[in-house]
């Protein structure tokens, strides 16, 4: 299945604005220093046609999530011993890798295929000599901080992944969130520059998705157990139900629920086919709508009142929405029948 990616991936090698961590070299040992300084200890061992060994290198940090750029213009072999607490995920920009761990051997080709590369696992890879890739890596504590955000109930300490060749759909998702990092890199300034939530939500995208895309000791807790999922969107849907105003955020609902917010979403999405935001905007333009109803009867009510009430507090948005939903205005609806 051929891996659709964007137009990010273009025009490569980068650079990411990573404001001194690119580097370039002919010098094989200067490059293995290099890429030491944000990648795990390696052994890089250069093969056949040494001189057209050029290597390229560049590297962003969100945090919990890294981004690296790796050409080396030569054949190459790279030996990692099995030390590191990432998840890798390997995404040929060009050419093709040999990755082999101890669970096995894959191959990822450009616009095919990609590598999962698990922690405390020894590496070896052969990289031919138009190789470049991009590397998503992401620390195993985050993975499981997040694991449990979407199953509170579930074991996630001894979180495990499962190397090896990622291809179809889970290699698109993937390939879609590095091809957005890269995007934002690439057009919106140093890394240092983005406002910390931006970091934070990207860094979380590509946790997601890690997590979702490649099996783990945890993917049973995500997706097998509808029950409790359904259970989840009950109970919010029933709170909601008992509202007289605006009272429940999204995380409140999760947390009645006995779920993260995550799970929620899922199973909303799921089960109804929608999230709990839209859920809850639609809930609480019908109980605006009712109210409006019978203020238009009774006199006793103003559309401010009413918007304010169900948590609009913006009166202008609150009537396109309405408008949307119900095809005429607020102010219609208030207005007393003749």
């Given amino acids: 299945m051929t891996m659709v990616r964007g137009t990010a991936f273009r025009g490569f090698p980068m650079p990411m604005r990573s404001e001194g961590r690119r580097y370039e070299t002919t010098d094989p040992r200067a490059a293995r220093d290099a890429a030491r300084l944000f990648l795990a200890p390696h052994h890089l061992t250069v093969g056949a046609e040494r001189e057209r060994f050029r290597a390229i290198g560049d590297h962003v ?9 790796l050409s080396y213009g030569a054949e190459v072999t790279i030996d990692r011993p099995g030390e590191q607490d990432h998840v890798g995920i390997l995404v040929p920009l060009s050419g093709s890798a040999l990755v082999r761990q101890d669970s096995g051997e894959v191959v990822a080709r450009a616009a095919s295929s990609l590598a ?9 890879m052969r990289w031919t000599p138009d190789c470049s890739v991009l ?7 985050a993975l499981r901080e997040l694991a449990v955000g979407l199953a509170p109930h579930g074991r996630h300490d001894d979180l495990t992944v499962t190397a090896g060749r990622v291809a179809g759909s889970e290699a698109a998702a993937l390939a879609g969130v590095t091809d957005l990092l890269v995007h934002v890199l690439q057009s919106y300034g140093p890394v240092d520059a983005l406002p910390g939530s931006v970091r934070r939500h ?16 945890s993917t049973s807790q995500f997706v097998e ?23 429940f955020t999204v995380g409140d609902l999760a947390r009645a629920a006995g779920v993260g917010i995550r799970a929620l979403e899922l199973a909303f999405r799921r089960d109804l086919g929608t999230t709990p935001h839209a859920f809850v905007q639609k809930s609480r333009l019908e ?17 401010t009142s009413v918007a304010v009430r169900w948590g609009f507090a913006h009166v202008g948005r609150f009537a396109r929405l309405y408008q949307q939903e119900f ?11 003749r």
């Fill in 287 to 303: 109980k605006a709508r009712q109210e409006l109803l019978v203020g238009a009867e009774e006199g006793s009510a103003t559309v």
């Fill in 225 to 247: 157990h509808p029950s409790g999922h359904r259970a989840s969107v009950r109970i919010a849907t029933d709170l909601l139900a008992t509202e007289t105003e605006a009272s």
């Fill in 116 to 124: 999962a590369v698990t922690p405390r696992s020894q590496l070896h």
């Fill in 327 to 337: 095809g005429v205005l607020p102010s219609q609806t208030l207005s007393p029948r």
């Fill in 61 to 69: 940090d969100l945090g919990a999530v890294t981004l690296s750029y």
């Fill in 202 to 217: 990207l860094a979380e995208q590509a946790l997601m998705s890690i997590l979702l895309a490649i099996p783990n000791s």
């Fill in 135 to 141: 590397l998503l890596r992401a620390e195993m504590r």
